[in-house]
């Protein structure tokens, strides 16, 4: 299971202690690069309004498999944490696609690191991605 | 960039024809094995209503660039659409937790096909999970 590296994030955020903790707390604009190879797939992208952009988190730590959440400061396993820090350390977020020209998408939301490989885009669908009504135990 | 797989998932669905087009339409109940060393990582889960579920398509096409869904049969980029056919073929959905006992998790919602590898585990927060005016343009 060998990943094929798509294109690049450019992002204001060099460090992780730069990053927000969620993106979806970040009013900055990241650019993302989409390799030549791979610019036919993004043809219609540009009506989709949100985007699932799945990365490589290339500094994450593999081998944890409990997490500290700023939440509570409490440990708990890392599949019930958002944690960058897991066996396989693939960062799932939406973004707000603001427009694509030539290869790039400017778009906002995002909290990855600058030079973070982008493995997959998927568009977001409200009809199949919304469930208002989810919850965490732990974060009650 | 090279994954490992923490588990493996059992579903009544053996093939591609047999899976739902989303798995938000499914109303079978799923297992989700996750292996032995990776099992503190789940400590928590079971708080959990909904959790995405990263999986690898191994039965997927991963030069296709354009895809044709059924929604109106008409090609698309693949990162336009939610085709399992993409270069890096990372499945993504919700699914709804019923229950969790020593490394078996029991879900709804899920349309992987049996045998598929699982690569992570991760709470859907509604926080931040949550777009309700998330729209893709082809699909008006």
Known sequence: MNLKQIGVIHSPFKTRAEAPFQGRHSVEVCEVEVFEEFLPGLADVEGCTHLFLLRWL??????MLKAFPPHDGKEHGVFATRSPNRPNPIGLGVVELLDVSGGRLRVRELDALEGTPLLDIKP?????????????????
């Open 124 to 140: 977001r669908f409200s009809e199949v991605d919304n469930i208002p009504d989810a919850t965490v135990g732990w974060r009650r």
């Open 58 to 63: 290339d500094r994450a730590d593999r081998k």
